[in-house]
Protein backbone atom coordinates (compact mmCIF):
# COMPACT_ATOMS: atom_id res chain seq x y z
CA UNK A 1 0.00 0.00 0.00
CA UNK A 2 1.15 3.19 -1.48
CA UNK A 3 1.21 5.89 2.33
CA UNK A 4 0.75 9.67 1.20
CA UNK A 5 0.60 12.87 3.07
CA UNK A 6 -1.97 12.78 5.76
CA UNK A 7 -2.31 9.18 7.26
CA UNK A 8 -4.52 7.18 10.22
CA UNK A 9 -2.50 9.16 12.81
CA UNK A 10 -4.11 12.12 11.54
CA UNK A 11 -7.42 10.60 11.80
CA UNK A 12 -9.95 11.67 14.96
CA UNK A 13 -11.31 8.90 16.83
CA UNK A 14 -14.63 9.64 16.54
CA UNK A 15 -14.10 8.64 12.45
CA UNK A 16 -12.14 6.08 13.17
CA UNK A 17 -14.79 4.17 15.69
CA UNK A 18 -17.39 5.23 12.32
CA UNK A 19 -15.93 2.14 10.78
CA UNK A 20 -14.18 0.45 13.66
CA UNK A 21 -17.09 -0.66 15.50
CA UNK A 22 -19.27 -1.64 12.47
CA UNK A 23 -16.35 -4.38 11.62
CA UNK A 24 -15.35 -5.22 14.87
CA UNK A 25 -19.24 -5.91 15.72
CA UNK A 26 -19.64 -8.03 12.73
CA UNK A 27 -16.00 -9.88 13.13
CA UNK A 28 -17.13 -10.83 16.51
CA UNK A 29 -20.88 -11.34 15.26
CA UNK A 30 -20.10 -13.89 12.82
CA UNK A 31 -16.91 -15.43 14.17
CA UNK A 32 -17.63 -15.78 17.92
CA UNK A 33 -21.50 -15.36 18.84
CA UNK A 34 -22.72 -16.67 15.95
CA UNK A 35 -21.21 -20.19 16.42
CA UNK A 36 -22.22 -20.64 19.92
CA UNK A 37 -25.07 -18.42 20.55
CA UNK A 38 -27.03 -17.68 17.40
CA UNK A 39 -30.21 -15.49 18.89
CA UNK A 40 -27.33 -13.31 20.82
CA UNK A 41 -25.64 -12.22 17.10
CA UNK A 42 -27.61 -8.97 17.56
CA UNK A 43 -25.60 -7.70 20.70
CA UNK A 44 -22.54 -6.75 19.14
CA UNK A 45 -24.21 -4.70 16.03
CA UNK A 46 -26.61 -3.03 18.59
CA UNK A 47 -23.55 -1.84 20.38
CA UNK A 48 -21.83 -1.19 17.07
CA UNK A 49 -24.79 0.61 16.69
CA UNK A 50 -25.06 3.00 20.09
CA UNK A 51 -20.88 3.75 18.89
CA UNK A 52 -21.49 5.09 15.72
CA UNK A 53 -24.77 7.38 16.32
CA UNK A 54 -22.76 8.74 19.73
CA UNK A 55 -19.77 9.77 16.98
CA UNK A 56 -22.10 10.68 14.20
CA UNK A 57 -23.89 13.34 16.90
CA UNK A 58 -20.59 14.03 18.15
CA UNK A 59 -19.00 15.35 14.23
CA UNK A 60 -22.14 16.71 13.76
CA UNK A 61 -21.80 18.91 16.65
CA UNK A 62 -18.42 19.83 15.90
CA UNK A 63 -19.24 20.94 12.07
CA UNK A 64 -22.38 23.22 13.30
CA UNK A 65 -20.24 24.90 16.36
CA UNK A 66 -16.72 24.96 15.10
CA UNK A 67 -16.99 25.22 11.47
CA UNK A 68 -14.87 21.47 11.71
CA UNK A 69 -14.08 19.48 8.98
CA UNK A 70 -12.21 17.01 7.09
CA UNK A 71 -10.38 15.69 3.55
CA UNK A 72 -7.86 13.43 4.92
CA UNK A 73 -5.88 11.42 1.84
CA UNK A 74 -5.28 7.85 3.78
CA UNK A 75 -3.54 5.64 1.52
CA UNK A 76 -3.16 5.15 -2.37
CA UNK A 77 -4.63 1.38 -3.91
CA UNK A 78 -2.49 2.31 -7.44
CA UNK A 79 -0.03 4.51 -8.17
CA UNK A 80 1.51 5.15 -11.82
CA UNK A 81 3.69 8.40 -12.36
CA UNK A 82 0.88 11.46 -11.55
CA UNK A 83 -2.46 8.70 -12.05
CA UNK A 84 -3.44 7.89 -8.40
CA UNK A 85 -6.33 5.97 -7.28
CA UNK A 86 -6.50 6.89 -3.09
CA UNK A 87 -8.67 6.57 -0.40
CA UNK A 88 -9.57 8.46 2.40
CA UNK A 89 -12.05 10.03 4.52
CA UNK A 90 -14.29 13.74 3.90
CA UNK A 91 -16.30 15.11 6.71
CA UNK A 92 -18.12 18.58 5.55
CA UNK A 93 -21.55 19.52 5.92
CA UNK A 94 -23.19 17.88 3.36
CA UNK A 95 -21.72 14.35 5.01
CA UNK A 96 -22.30 15.14 8.34
CA UNK A 97 -25.93 15.78 8.68
CA UNK A 98 -26.62 13.13 6.46
CA UNK A 99 -24.44 10.76 8.37
CA UNK A 100 -26.21 11.81 11.88
CA UNK A 101 -29.63 11.23 10.47
CA UNK A 102 -28.72 8.00 8.68
CA UNK A 103 -26.38 7.08 12.37
CA UNK A 104 -29.95 7.97 14.26
CA UNK A 105 -32.80 6.31 12.11
CA UNK A 106 -30.71 3.41 11.17
CA UNK A 107 -29.50 2.36 14.76
CA UNK A 108 -33.52 2.72 15.77
CA UNK A 109 -34.02 0.58 13.24
CA UNK A 110 -31.56 -2.28 14.18
CA UNK A 111 -32.94 -1.97 17.49
CA UNK A 112 -36.55 -2.70 16.17
CA UNK A 113 -35.44 -5.42 13.91
CA UNK A 114 -34.39 -7.55 17.21
CA UNK A 115 -38.03 -7.46 17.82
CA UNK A 116 -39.39 -7.91 14.59
CA UNK A 117 -37.13 -11.20 13.14
CA UNK A 118 -36.94 -12.64 16.86
CA UNK A 119 -38.49 -15.56 15.98
CA UNK A 120 -37.58 -15.98 12.45
CA UNK A 121 -34.75 -18.90 12.01
CA UNK A 122 -32.59 -16.65 10.10
CA UNK A 123 -32.02 -13.86 12.91
CA UNK A 124 -28.11 -14.54 12.49
CA UNK A 125 -27.68 -13.76 9.18
CA UNK A 126 -30.51 -11.08 9.02
CA UNK A 127 -28.64 -9.36 11.66
CA UNK A 128 -25.18 -9.78 9.54
CA UNK A 129 -26.62 -8.67 6.18
CA UNK A 130 -28.26 -5.95 7.65
CA UNK A 131 -25.28 -4.18 9.39
CA UNK A 132 -22.77 -4.78 6.28
CA UNK A 133 -25.55 -2.90 4.58
CA UNK A 134 -25.02 0.15 7.23
CA UNK A 135 -21.71 -0.26 7.06
CA UNK A 136 -21.53 0.60 3.53
CA UNK A 137 -23.78 3.60 3.88
CA UNK A 138 -21.50 5.18 6.54
CA UNK A 139 -18.66 4.12 3.86
CA UNK A 140 -20.16 6.13 1.10
CA UNK A 141 -21.13 8.98 2.83
CA UNK A 142 -17.54 9.79 4.21
CA UNK A 143 -15.92 8.47 0.41
CA UNK A 144 -13.73 11.70 -0.71
CA UNK A 145 -13.53 10.38 -4.11
CA UNK A 146 -15.65 8.90 -6.83
CA UNK A 147 -13.74 5.46 -6.90
CA UNK A 148 -14.14 4.89 -3.00
CA UNK A 149 -17.67 5.83 -3.28
CA UNK A 150 -17.94 3.44 -6.32
CA UNK A 151 -16.70 0.36 -3.93
CA UNK A 152 -18.89 1.53 -1.47
CA UNK A 153 -22.07 2.16 -3.88
CA UNK A 154 -21.63 -1.14 -5.23
CA UNK A 155 -21.32 -2.74 -1.93
CA UNK A 156 -24.73 -0.89 -0.51
CA UNK A 157 -26.72 -2.61 -3.93
CA UNK A 158 -25.02 -5.88 -3.41
CA UNK A 159 -26.01 -5.89 0.79
CA UNK A 160 -29.65 -4.80 -0.60
CA UNK A 161 -29.72 -8.50 -2.79
CA UNK A 162 -28.88 -9.90 0.05
CA UNK A 163 -31.99 -8.22 2.17
CA UNK A 164 -34.43 -8.08 -0.73
CA UNK A 165 -34.32 -11.62 -0.98
CA UNK A 166 -33.89 -12.18 2.50
CA UNK A 167 -37.05 -15.00 2.44
CA UNK A 168 -35.00 -16.73 -0.67
CA UNK A 169 -37.89 -19.75 -0.64
CA UNK A 170 -40.14 -17.11 -1.62
CA UNK A 171 -40.53 -16.74 -5.30
CA UNK A 172 -41.52 -14.00 -5.38
CA UNK A 173 -38.71 -12.24 -2.78
CA UNK A 174 -35.91 -13.92 -5.59
CA UNK A 175 -37.38 -12.16 -8.27
CA UNK A 176 -37.45 -8.94 -6.48
CA UNK A 177 -33.68 -9.24 -5.62
CA UNK A 178 -32.87 -10.27 -8.61
CA UNK A 179 -34.80 -6.75 -10.26
CA UNK A 180 -33.26 -5.25 -7.96
CA UNK A 181 -29.57 -5.69 -8.73
CA UNK A 182 -29.86 -5.58 -11.80
CA UNK A 183 -31.81 -2.29 -12.46
CA UNK A 184 -29.02 -0.84 -10.22
CA UNK A 185 -26.57 -2.21 -12.32
CA UNK A 186 -27.50 -0.43 -15.13
CA UNK A 187 -26.77 3.10 -13.09
CA UNK A 188 -24.05 1.67 -11.67
CA UNK A 189 -22.03 1.10 -14.62
CA UNK A 190 -22.86 5.04 -15.62
CA UNK A 191 -21.16 5.69 -12.35
CA UNK A 192 -18.28 3.57 -13.14
CA UNK A 193 -17.99 5.03 -16.80
CA UNK A 194 -17.98 9.01 -15.08
CA UNK A 195 -15.04 7.88 -12.34
CA UNK A 196 -12.67 6.31 -14.92
CA UNK A 197 -13.66 9.41 -17.10
CA UNK A 198 -12.30 11.79 -14.45
CA UNK A 199 -9.52 9.82 -13.48
CA UNK A 200 -8.53 9.79 -17.22
CA UNK A 201 -8.94 13.40 -17.18
CA UNK A 202 -7.40 14.58 -14.01
CA UNK A 203 -5.71 11.61 -12.97
CA UNK A 204 -7.11 11.71 -10.28
CA UNK A 205 -11.43 11.39 -8.63
CA UNK A 206 -10.77 13.37 -5.41
CA UNK A 207 -13.55 15.67 -4.62
CA UNK A 208 -11.36 18.23 -3.41
CA UNK A 209 -9.26 18.45 -6.74
CA UNK A 210 -11.54 17.91 -9.30
CA UNK A 211 -14.24 19.99 -8.13
CA UNK A 212 -12.10 23.74 -8.48
CA UNK A 213 -10.38 22.57 -11.42
CA UNK A 214 -13.90 21.57 -13.13
CA UNK A 215 -15.49 25.51 -12.04
CA UNK A 216 -12.56 27.04 -12.91
CA UNK A 217 -11.52 25.42 -16.19
CA UNK A 218 -13.21 23.95 -19.12
CA UNK A 219 -13.27 20.38 -20.08
CA UNK A 220 -14.96 18.46 -23.09
CA UNK A 221 -16.11 15.13 -20.98
CA UNK A 222 -17.72 17.15 -18.03
CA UNK A 223 -20.66 17.10 -19.56
CA UNK A 224 -20.86 13.17 -20.36
CA UNK A 225 -19.40 12.76 -16.79
CA UNK A 226 -22.48 14.86 -15.39
CA UNK A 227 -25.04 12.93 -17.46
CA UNK A 228 -23.72 9.62 -16.21
CA UNK A 229 -23.68 10.70 -12.63
CA UNK A 230 -27.47 11.43 -13.36
CA UNK A 231 -27.92 8.56 -14.67
CA UNK A 232 -25.98 6.51 -12.04
CA UNK A 233 -28.29 8.32 -9.57
CA UNK A 234 -31.79 7.87 -11.53
CA UNK A 235 -31.51 3.98 -10.79
CA UNK A 236 -30.26 4.21 -7.00
CA UNK A 237 -33.04 7.07 -6.29
CA UNK A 238 -35.77 5.31 -8.12
CA UNK A 239 -36.24 8.14 -10.60
CA UNK A 240 -37.96 7.39 -14.19
CA UNK A 241 -37.02 5.32 -15.72
CA UNK A 242 -35.36 2.73 -13.64
CA UNK A 243 -37.97 3.64 -10.64
CA UNK A 244 -39.57 -0.06 -10.79
CA UNK A 245 -37.33 -2.15 -8.64
CA UNK A 246 -38.17 -0.20 -5.35
CA UNK A 247 -41.48 -1.32 -5.14
CA UNK A 248 -40.99 -4.96 -5.77
CA UNK A 249 -38.12 -4.79 -3.14
CA UNK A 250 -41.10 -4.37 -0.84
CA UNK A 251 -40.42 -8.60 -0.46
CA UNK A 252 -37.90 -7.84 1.98
CA UNK A 253 -38.47 -8.18 5.76
CA UNK A 254 -40.33 -4.29 7.19
CA UNK A 255 -37.12 -3.56 9.01
CA UNK A 256 -34.89 -3.85 5.39
CA UNK A 257 -38.34 -2.02 3.68
CA UNK A 258 -37.49 0.67 6.78
CA UNK A 259 -33.83 1.02 6.19
CA UNK A 260 -33.35 1.01 2.69
CA UNK A 261 -36.33 3.57 1.97
CA UNK A 262 -35.54 5.96 4.98
CA UNK A 263 -31.63 5.91 5.37
CA UNK A 264 -29.56 4.34 2.97
CA UNK A 265 -29.63 3.42 -0.53
CA UNK A 266 -32.45 4.75 -2.26
CA UNK A 267 -31.30 8.04 -0.83
CA UNK A 268 -27.62 7.88 -2.01
CA UNK A 269 -28.83 8.31 -5.29
CA UNK A 270 -29.78 11.91 -4.15
CA UNK A 271 -26.54 12.28 -2.09
CA UNK A 272 -24.42 11.52 -5.15
CA UNK A 273 -26.12 14.10 -7.07
CA UNK A 274 -25.51 16.54 -4.52
CA UNK A 275 -22.52 15.71 -3.22
CA UNK A 276 -21.54 16.27 -7.35
CA UNK A 277 -23.14 19.64 -7.58
CA UNK A 278 -20.45 22.09 -8.19
CA UNK A 279 -19.80 19.52 -11.17
CA UNK A 280 -23.85 18.67 -12.88
CA UNK A 281 -24.71 22.73 -11.87
CA UNK A 282 -21.90 23.37 -14.73
CA UNK A 283 -23.61 21.51 -17.37
CA UNK A 284 -26.27 22.74 -19.70
CA UNK A 285 -29.29 21.87 -19.88
CA UNK A 286 -28.69 18.93 -17.02
CA UNK A 287 -30.04 21.15 -13.80
CA UNK A 288 -33.08 21.39 -15.91
CA UNK A 289 -33.42 17.48 -17.41
CA UNK A 290 -32.84 16.69 -13.18
CA UNK A 291 -35.80 18.75 -12.48
CA UNK A 292 -38.59 17.76 -15.22
CA UNK A 293 -37.45 14.13 -13.85
CA UNK A 294 -38.09 14.74 -10.74
CA UNK A 295 -41.33 15.92 -10.91
CA UNK A 296 -42.43 13.58 -13.27
CA UNK A 297 -41.55 11.24 -10.95
CA UNK A 298 -43.16 12.43 -8.13
CA UNK A 299 -46.38 13.32 -9.72
CA UNK A 300 -46.70 10.09 -11.50
CA UNK A 301 -45.53 7.77 -8.38
CA UNK A 302 -47.77 10.09 -6.09
CA UNK A 303 -51.10 8.61 -8.43
CA UNK A 304 -49.86 5.64 -8.41
CA UNK A 305 -50.01 5.27 -4.81
CA UNK A 306 -53.20 6.25 -4.34
CA UNK A 307 -54.63 3.42 -5.73
CA UNK A 308 -52.52 0.99 -4.07
CA UNK A 309 -53.89 -1.35 -1.30
CA UNK A 310 -51.09 -3.01 0.61
CA UNK A 311 -49.52 -0.82 2.83
CA UNK A 312 -45.70 -1.32 2.43
CA UNK A 313 -46.57 -0.32 -1.10
CA UNK A 314 -48.25 2.55 -0.94
CA UNK A 315 -45.62 3.85 1.28
CA UNK A 316 -42.54 2.49 -1.61
CA UNK A 317 -44.17 4.46 -3.94
CA UNK A 318 -44.20 7.25 -1.75
CA UNK A 319 -40.87 6.98 -1.35
CA UNK A 320 -40.36 7.31 -4.66
CA UNK A 321 -42.42 10.04 -5.31
CA UNK A 322 -40.48 12.29 -2.33
CA UNK A 323 -37.26 11.22 -4.01
CA UNK A 324 -38.78 12.91 -6.75
CA UNK A 325 -39.12 16.01 -5.05
CA UNK A 326 -35.85 15.95 -3.84
CA UNK A 327 -34.17 15.11 -7.21
CA UNK A 328 -36.72 18.44 -8.01
CA UNK A 329 -35.24 20.77 -5.55
CA UNK A 330 -32.07 19.63 -7.03
CA UNK A 331 -32.66 20.29 -10.67
CA UNK A 332 -33.84 24.12 -9.19
CA UNK A 333 -30.27 24.11 -7.91
CA UNK A 334 -31.58 24.50 -4.42
CA UNK A 335 -29.23 21.78 -2.86
CA UNK A 336 -29.76 22.98 0.77
CA UNK A 337 -33.88 22.19 0.63
CA UNK A 338 -33.39 19.11 -0.99
CA UNK A 339 -30.67 17.33 1.28
CA UNK A 340 -32.96 18.91 4.11
CA UNK A 341 -35.77 16.86 2.44
CA UNK A 342 -33.78 13.93 2.65
CA UNK A 343 -32.92 14.57 6.10
CA UNK A 344 -36.77 15.28 6.84
CA UNK A 345 -37.63 12.17 4.86
CA UNK A 346 -35.58 9.59 6.50
CA UNK A 347 -37.65 10.19 10.07
CA UNK A 348 -41.22 10.47 8.87
CA UNK A 349 -40.80 7.69 6.39
CA UNK A 350 -38.97 5.07 8.78
CA UNK A 351 -42.15 5.58 11.28
CA UNK A 352 -44.30 5.39 8.82
CA UNK A 353 -42.67 1.70 7.40
CA UNK A 354 -42.06 0.39 11.17
CA UNK A 355 -45.87 1.87 11.89
CA UNK A 356 -46.74 -1.07 8.89
CA UNK A 357 -44.20 -3.41 10.12
CA UNK A 358 -46.35 -2.90 13.34
CA UNK A 359 -49.94 -3.54 11.93
CA UNK A 360 -48.30 -6.51 9.99
CA UNK A 361 -46.89 -8.24 12.83
CA UNK A 362 -49.91 -7.76 14.82
CA UNK A 363 -51.52 -9.63 11.83
CA UNK A 364 -49.04 -12.19 12.21
CA UNK A 365 -48.07 -12.22 8.38
CA UNK A 366 -45.35 -10.16 6.74
CA UNK A 367 -47.68 -6.91 5.11
CA UNK A 368 -50.78 -6.07 5.25
CA UNK A 369 -53.62 -4.97 3.36
CA UNK A 370 -56.41 -2.47 3.05
CA UNK A 371 -59.08 -4.43 3.35
CA UNK A 372 -57.60 -6.53 6.37
CA UNK A 373 -57.60 -2.99 8.78
CA UNK A 374 -59.53 -0.24 9.53
CA UNK A 375 -60.49 1.34 12.99
CA UNK A 376 -56.97 0.61 14.51
CA UNK A 377 -56.64 3.43 16.59
CA UNK A 378 -58.39 1.80 19.23
CA UNK A 379 -56.24 -1.24 19.15
CA UNK A 380 -52.94 0.64 18.24
CA UNK A 381 -53.07 3.57 20.15
CA UNK A 382 -49.62 3.95 20.06
CA UNK A 383 -48.87 2.96 16.67
CA UNK A 384 -52.11 5.28 15.34
CA UNK A 385 -50.08 8.56 17.38
CA UNK A 386 -47.00 7.98 15.53
CA UNK A 387 -48.11 7.12 12.22
CA UNK A 388 -50.43 10.21 12.44
CA UNK A 389 -47.39 12.86 13.61
CA UNK A 390 -45.29 11.07 10.26
CA UNK A 391 -48.23 11.52 7.93
CA UNK A 392 -48.94 14.92 9.11
CA UNK A 393 -45.36 15.40 8.11
CA UNK A 394 -45.02 13.71 4.28
CA UNK A 395 -48.04 15.85 3.93
CA UNK A 396 -46.67 19.00 4.53
CA UNK A 397 -48.25 20.11 7.61
CA UNK A 398 -47.15 23.36 9.58
CA UNK A 399 -45.20 22.77 11.78
CA UNK A 400 -44.39 19.27 11.48
CA UNK A 401 -40.66 18.53 9.82
CA UNK A 402 -41.88 17.80 6.39
CA UNK A 403 -43.42 21.38 6.06
CA UNK A 404 -39.93 23.04 6.25
CA UNK A 405 -38.31 21.08 4.11
CA UNK A 406 -41.33 20.17 1.17
CA UNK A 407 -41.67 23.88 1.34
CA UNK A 408 -38.69 25.07 0.73
CA UNK A 409 -38.59 23.22 -2.48
CA UNK A 410 -41.97 24.44 -3.47
CA UNK A 411 -40.75 28.11 -2.49
CA UNK A 412 -37.98 27.52 -5.33
CA UNK A 413 -40.85 26.11 -7.67
CA UNK A 414 -43.06 28.95 -6.97
CA UNK A 415 -40.31 31.48 -8.14
CA UNK A 416 -39.20 29.31 -11.63
CA UNK A 417 -41.97 29.53 -13.85
CA UNK A 418 -45.61 28.06 -14.48
CA UNK A 419 -44.57 24.45 -15.17
CA UNK A 420 -42.72 24.91 -11.84
CA UNK A 421 -45.69 25.83 -10.17
CA UNK A 422 -47.91 23.39 -11.09
CA UNK A 423 -45.74 20.59 -10.19
CA UNK A 424 -45.16 21.80 -7.15
CA UNK A 425 -49.06 21.91 -6.20
CA UNK A 426 -49.06 18.90 -7.89
CA UNK A 427 -47.08 17.24 -6.18
CA UNK A 428 -48.52 18.67 -2.26
CA UNK A 429 -51.98 17.48 -3.59
CA UNK A 430 -50.96 13.81 -4.19
CA UNK A 431 -48.90 13.90 -1.12
CA UNK A 432 -51.34 14.56 1.20
CA UNK A 433 -54.02 12.74 -1.01
CA UNK A 434 -52.57 9.30 -0.24
CA UNK A 435 -51.24 9.37 2.93
CA UNK A 436 -54.40 10.47 4.41
CA UNK A 437 -55.80 8.17 2.74
CA UNK A 438 -53.94 5.52 4.21
CA UNK A 439 -54.23 7.01 7.72
CA UNK A 440 -58.63 7.07 7.40
CA UNK A 441 -58.62 3.81 5.86
CA UNK A 442 -56.29 2.22 8.42
CA UNK A 443 -57.02 3.70 11.52
CA UNK A 444 -60.82 4.88 11.37
CA UNK A 445 -63.72 3.21 10.26
CA UNK A 446 -63.92 0.10 9.79
CA UNK A 447 -65.28 0.45 6.33
CA UNK A 448 -67.77 -2.27 4.99
CA UNK A 449 -65.17 -3.89 2.77
CA UNK A 450 -62.58 -4.08 5.86
CA UNK A 451 -62.25 -6.70 8.27
CA UNK A 452 -60.95 -4.30 10.62
CA UNK A 453 -58.24 -6.26 11.59
CA UNK A 454 -60.16 -8.18 14.61
CA UNK A 455 -57.30 -9.89 16.22
CA UNK A 456 -54.84 -7.25 15.98
CA UNK A 457 -52.35 -6.27 19.10
CA UNK A 458 -50.05 -2.74 19.90
CA UNK A 459 -46.61 -3.88 19.39
CA UNK A 460 -43.80 -4.86 21.86
CA UNK A 461 -41.73 -2.67 23.94
CA UNK A 462 -38.57 -3.41 21.87
CA UNK A 463 -40.99 -2.35 18.42
CA UNK A 464 -42.99 0.15 19.58
CA UNK A 465 -40.01 2.35 21.79
CA UNK A 466 -37.83 2.94 18.68
CA UNK A 467 -40.85 4.28 16.69
CA UNK A 468 -41.81 6.72 19.51
CA UNK A 469 -37.59 8.11 19.66
CA UNK A 470 -37.94 8.51 15.31
CA UNK A 471 -41.18 9.83 16.02
CA UNK A 472 -39.30 12.76 17.74
CA UNK A 473 -37.53 13.47 15.22
CA UNK A 474 -40.48 14.03 13.10
CA UNK A 475 -42.15 16.45 15.78
CA UNK A 476 -38.84 18.41 16.19
CA UNK A 477 -36.90 18.29 12.53
CA UNK A 478 -38.60 21.49 11.35
CA UNK A 479 -36.63 23.42 14.37
CA UNK A 480 -33.38 22.65 12.89
CA UNK A 481 -33.68 24.66 9.68
CA UNK A 482 -31.68 27.61 10.59
CA UNK A 483 -28.76 25.38 11.98
CA UNK A 484 -29.37 23.31 9.35
CA UNK A 485 -28.78 25.76 6.95
CA UNK A 486 -25.23 26.79 8.45
CA UNK A 487 -24.20 23.01 8.84
CA UNK A 488 -24.98 22.55 5.17
CA UNK A 489 -23.07 25.17 4.04
CA UNK A 490 -19.52 24.25 5.91
CA UNK A 491 -16.71 22.59 3.88
CA UNK A 492 -18.65 23.05 0.37
CA UNK A 493 -15.98 22.10 -1.77
CA UNK A 494 -15.84 24.85 -4.26
CA UNK A 495 -15.44 28.87 -3.98
CA UNK A 496 -19.40 29.57 -4.58
CA UNK A 497 -21.06 28.54 -1.38
CA UNK A 498 -24.75 27.02 -1.66
CA UNK A 499 -27.83 28.84 -0.49
CA UNK A 500 -28.92 28.90 2.93
CA UNK A 501 -32.96 27.87 3.15
CA UNK A 502 -35.52 30.32 2.27
CA UNK A 503 -36.52 32.20 4.87
CA UNK A 504 -40.49 31.97 6.20
CA UNK A 505 -43.13 33.13 3.36
CA UNK A 506 -47.04 33.50 3.59
CA UNK A 507 -47.42 33.42 0.12
CA UNK A 508 -45.13 29.95 -0.05
CA UNK A 509 -46.79 28.91 3.41
CA UNK A 510 -50.90 29.74 1.87
CA UNK A 511 -49.84 27.62 -1.39
CA UNK A 512 -48.20 24.16 0.64
CA UNK A 513 -51.22 24.39 2.64
CA UNK A 514 -53.75 25.04 0.01
CA UNK A 515 -52.15 22.06 -1.93
CA UNK A 516 -52.48 19.81 1.59
CA UNK A 517 -56.05 20.79 2.53
CA UNK A 518 -57.04 19.86 -0.72
CA UNK A 519 -55.24 16.28 -0.83
CA UNK A 520 -56.63 15.79 2.72
CA UNK A 521 -59.94 16.73 1.77
CA UNK A 522 -60.53 14.25 -1.27
CA UNK A 523 -59.19 11.70 0.95
CA UNK A 524 -61.72 12.55 3.93
CA UNK A 525 -64.31 12.04 1.30
CA UNK A 526 -63.21 9.01 -0.07
CA UNK A 527 -63.27 7.61 3.46
CA UNK A 528 -65.57 8.99 5.26
CA UNK A 529 -68.30 10.60 3.14
CA UNK A 530 -68.49 7.34 0.42
CA UNK A 531 -66.31 4.50 2.20
CA UNK A 532 -66.98 2.04 -0.59
CA UNK A 533 -65.87 4.20 -3.12
CA UNK A 534 -61.88 2.64 -2.64
CA UNK A 535 -63.59 -0.65 -3.30
CA UNK A 536 -66.31 0.49 -6.13
CA UNK A 537 -64.46 2.39 -8.69
CA UNK A 538 -62.11 -0.49 -8.88
CA UNK A 539 -65.46 -2.57 -10.29
CA UNK A 540 -66.46 -0.08 -12.31
CA UNK A 541 -63.46 1.21 -13.72
CA UNK A 542 -61.26 -2.18 -14.73
CA UNK A 543 -59.36 -0.16 -17.56
CA UNK A 544 -58.08 2.60 -14.96
CA UNK A 545 -57.32 0.01 -12.42
CA UNK A 546 -55.12 -1.72 -14.27
CA UNK A 547 -53.39 0.94 -16.04
CA UNK A 548 -52.49 2.44 -12.05
CA UNK A 549 -51.50 -1.51 -11.30
CA UNK A 550 -49.32 -1.20 -14.36
CA UNK A 551 -47.84 2.33 -14.00
CA UNK A 552 -49.76 3.11 -16.83
CA UNK A 553 -48.07 0.78 -18.91
CA UNK A 554 -44.66 1.23 -18.31
CA UNK A 555 -44.55 -2.03 -15.89
CA UNK A 556 -45.64 -4.48 -18.75
CA UNK A 557 -42.95 -2.05 -21.24
CA UNK A 558 -39.89 -2.77 -19.08
CA UNK A 559 -41.45 -6.56 -18.90
CA UNK A 560 -41.73 -6.85 -22.73
CA UNK A 561 -37.87 -4.80 -22.92
CA UNK A 562 -36.61 -7.37 -20.20
CA UNK A 563 -37.83 -10.39 -22.20
CA UNK A 564 -36.46 -9.10 -25.38
CA UNK A 565 -33.08 -8.99 -23.81
CA UNK A 566 -33.48 -12.52 -22.56
CA UNK A 567 -34.85 -13.73 -25.98
CA UNK A 568 -31.34 -11.78 -27.29
CA UNK A 569 -29.19 -12.96 -24.47
CA UNK A 570 -30.51 -17.07 -25.03
CA UNK A 571 -30.49 -16.68 -28.94
CA UNK A 572 -26.33 -15.30 -28.85
CA UNK A 573 -25.67 -18.44 -26.27
CA UNK A 574 -27.59 -20.85 -28.96
CA UNK A 575 -25.13 -19.09 -31.51
CA UNK A 576 -21.84 -19.26 -29.38
CA UNK A 577 -22.48 -22.90 -28.60
CA UNK A 578 -23.98 -24.41 -32.19
CA UNK A 579 -22.42 -22.60 -34.29
CA UNK A 580 -18.88 -20.78 -32.31
CA UNK A 581 -18.33 -23.64 -29.86
CA UNK A 582 -19.22 -26.13 -33.35
CA UNK A 583 -16.70 -24.70 -35.38
CA UNK A 584 -13.85 -24.43 -33.00
CA UNK A 585 -14.09 -28.26 -31.53
CA UNK A 586 -15.27 -29.50 -34.64
CA UNK A 587 -11.85 -27.93 -36.64
CA UNK A 588 -9.85 -31.18 -34.90
CA UNK A 589 -12.40 -33.53 -36.48
CA UNK A 590 -12.31 -32.24 -39.64
CA UNK A 591 -8.90 -31.92 -39.89
CA UNK A 592 -8.53 -35.42 -38.64
CA UNK A 593 -10.90 -36.88 -41.08
CA UNK A 594 -9.04 -35.11 -43.73
CA UNK A 595 -5.83 -36.58 -42.84
CA UNK A 596 -7.36 -40.21 -42.71
CA UNK A 597 -8.33 -39.15 -46.85
CA UNK A 598 -5.21 -37.83 -47.16
CA UNK A 599 -3.93 -41.39 -45.57
CA UNK A 600 -5.38 -43.98 -47.98
CA UNK A 601 -4.56 -41.87 -51.06
CA UNK A 602 -0.46 -42.01 -49.80
CA UNK A 603 -0.30 -45.72 -51.23
CA UNK A 604 3.48 -46.00 -51.28
CA UNK A 605 3.19 -47.02 -55.14
CA UNK A 606 5.55 -44.70 -57.67
CA UNK A 607 3.09 -45.56 -60.30
CA UNK A 608 0.44 -44.30 -58.81
CA UNK A 609 2.35 -41.06 -57.76
CA UNK A 610 3.51 -40.88 -61.53
CA UNK A 611 0.12 -40.91 -63.14
CA UNK A 612 -1.03 -38.08 -60.53
CA UNK A 613 1.83 -36.24 -61.75
CA UNK A 614 0.54 -36.39 -65.14
CA UNK A 615 -2.91 -35.55 -64.56
CA UNK A 616 -2.37 -32.53 -62.27
CA UNK A 617 0.15 -31.55 -65.00
CA UNK A 618 -2.93 -32.15 -67.80
CA UNK A 619 -5.24 -29.74 -65.72
CA UNK A 620 -2.81 -27.26 -65.18
CA UNK A 621 -1.96 -27.27 -69.71
CA UNK A 622 -5.63 -27.25 -69.83
CA UNK A 623 -6.25 -23.75 -67.71
CA UNK A 624 -2.69 -21.70 -69.34
CA UNK A 625 -3.85 -23.18 -73.12
CA UNK A 626 -7.54 -21.34 -72.30
Not at 38 to 50: E, G, N, Q
Amino acid sequence: MQRIPGGFAFLPWPVILLFAAPVAALLVSFFIVRPARPRWTHVPILASCAVIAACAIWILSLVLFQNWGLDLPLGGWMVAGDWLVSYGVRVDGLSASVLAMVSIVGGLIHVYASGYMAEDPGFARFFLAFHLFFLAMIGLLLSNSYIQLYLFWELVGFASYLLIGFWWQKKTARRAALQAILTNRLGDFGLFLAALILLAVFHNTRFALIFPAIVNGHYALVSLVGFLLFWAATAKSAQFPLYFWLPDAMEGPTPVSALMHAATMVTAGVFLLARSWPLISTVPVLPDLIAVVGAFTAIAAGIVACAKKDLKRILAYSTVSHLGIMVFGLGLGEVAPAVYHLITHGFFKAVLFLCAGNIAHGLHQPTADLDQVGGLRKKMPFTFVCFTVAALSLGGIWPFAGYFSKDAILDAALHRGPWAIVAGVLIGVTSALYIFRMLFLTFFGPSPRQKGGEHIHEAEPVMAVPVGFITLGTLLGGLLGHSFSTVIKSGWPVAQPIAALPEFSWSTFAVGMSAAAVGAGIAWVIAFVNPSFDWEWRTKYPALESALNSDFGWKPFVRLATAGVVALANAAGFFDHAVVDGAVEGAPRVAGAAGEQGRRLATGRINDYVWWMLAGAAVLLLAVMR
